[in-house]
């Protein structure tokens, strides 16, 4: 039955693309780069603020590139779509593209040329976004300083290479309805609402996708694995030790750290740092809203888990051995604050379905953002064999949350440590 309906979804896309890629729109005219002091200062400064919340500069940025220029390998299950340079170079960037044509990218995920757009780029998301806000965007982006810089053509796998394809994705997923509001919310919630579904496109990472890497609405925000890393569920019954309150929300979202949850980290930190430079009236709406979304969560409101929760291993357990030799000093009584570890009893990397997150704190450790202060752990990578690893992973998870060891947790640490079972060298963690 399974494979009956994934054929008839293939035939369906297949169908639709072909329709609509024989309607698809026309390349728009090229135009001259506005001239940056045409735009007003003001509406800038809010495109500014907009490109913070949308994480513009950490998908448009490649590693030691220019801000905005592109080129930074975005891993996805179809394979690797690198993100487009998006400054006013009218070679390489978006220097070409009128305000009209910025606004089609933005809602319908079209190049100046016509070109279909991967959803890589969130605009099933943007659709939600205020014109007005679109335009400071355009705004801010087209007063940065052109760079030249071609974005490596994407690594796809068959069929998935064949963009008008895309037309059909669009036909099945892309709701171009702006942001209505949420009945019954008071403003704040509401705001928090608008930047979370819209600009901010938060379910791009929280929310499951199915085959075709749409996001399920049903799971809004339910968690899923987004660049190798864990992005835990944020509504409904959260993986988190105690229940978040607003203002936790609010700090973890700025990135500070945050007692009993400890600080953003993987893809999420440049994220907290981004918002931690936007106005707060925006970060306590995001808050708020998260909060309400949280409402239904099982988790205890008091800080009173504080030790272990699972039944203690034999004594001979490598796990526990290694955990009393290298961890228990710092997430047991730390000699400086910077040092103190989070108590493990509050980790939710121990109550995520997949122990991704968990291993890549123990092999790469905790560093603040450079050039900040902040909580330091430092990693394990090289100093533990893969057997060491599961053992600790295993024995943390058990006593510390109550809960068994993951079945795949092998494979992790084998993929993350670069070889598979057959000791072959891989690729990073899928």
């Known amino acids: 039955m399974k494979v009956l309906y994934g054929i008839a979804i293939v035939l369906i896309v297949f169908a639709a693309a072909a329709v609509a890629y024989a309607v698809s729109p026309r390349a728009l005219e090229a135009v001259e780069r506005p001239d940056p002091q045409s735009f007003d200062t003001a509406v800038v400064a809010h495109g500014e603020r907009l490109a913070l919340i949308g994480n513009c500069a950490e998908c448009h940025t490649a590693e030691l590139g220019e801000a905005f220029a592109g080129g930074r390998p975005i891993p996805t299950p179809l394979g690797i779509i690198y993100a487009t340079n998006i400054t006013p170079d009218p070679a390489t960037g978006i220097g070409t593209r009128s305000r009209e044509a910025f606004r089609r990218s933005m809602y319908e995920g079209l190049d100046r040329?016509?070109?279909?757009?991967?959803?890589?780029?969130?605009?099933?998301?943007f659709t939600k976004v205020m014109p007005e806000d679109i335009d400071a965007l355009y705004a801010?982006?087209?007063t940065r300083e052109p760079v030249r810089n071609e974005a490596p053509a994407n690594e796809l796998t068959f069929p998935f290479n064949l963009r008008p394809l895309l037309a059909g994705w669009k036909l099945l997923y892309l709701d171009d309805r702006r942001f209505a509001g949420l009945a019954g919310a008071d403003e704040q919630v509401n705001r928090g609402a608008y930047l979370v579904q819209g600009l901010a496109h938060c379910g791009g990472c929280h929310t499951p996708r199915n085959a075709l890497q749409a996001e399920k609405v049903d799971q809004f925000l339910q968690g899923e694995v987004?660049?190798?890393?864990y992005a835990p569920a944020i509504?409904?019954?959260v993986p988190a030790a105690v229940r978040w309150n607003e203002e936790q929300i609010t700090g973890y979202l700025t990135g500070r750290w945050v007692e009993q949850h400890g600080v953003a980290l993987g893809p999420m930190a440049p994220v907290a740092h981004n918002l931690s430079r936007v106005t707060r009236d925006d970060v306590e709406a995001i808050s708020a809203y998260i909060a309400s979304l949280m409402q239904n969560d099982k988790a205890a409101t008091e800080a009173e888990v504080t030790g272990a929760v699972g039944e203690p291993p034999d004594s001979g357990d490598i796990g526990a051995v290694i955990y009393a030799g290298a961890c228990a000093v710092c997430h047991e009584a730390s000699p400086t604050p910077f040092a103190a570890g989070l108590p493990l009893t509050f980790s939710t990397s121990l109550r995520i379905p997949t122990p991704l997150n968990l291993i890549q704190i123990i092999e790469d450790g905790v560093k603040p953002p450079e050039g900040r202060p902040g909580h330091y752990m430092p990693g394990f990578a090289g100093a533990l064999t893969e057997e060491q690893l599961v053992a600790l992973a295993s024995y943390l998870r058990e006593r510390f949350a109550g809960l068994e060891p993951w079945a795949?947790?092998?494979?992790?640490?084998?993929?993350t440590s670069g070889t598979d079972s057959s000791g072959t060298?891989?690729?990073e963690v899928e």
């Open 113 to 125: 040329e016509g070109e279909h757009l991967y959803p890589a780029f969130p605009y099933h998301h």
């Open 140 to 142: 801010y982006l087209m």
């Open 226 to 229: 987004t660049e190798n890393w």
């Open 235 to 237: 509504a409904g019954d």
């Open 408 to 415: 795949d947790i092998g494979d992790v640490v084998a993929k």
């Open 425 to 427: 060298d891989t690729a």
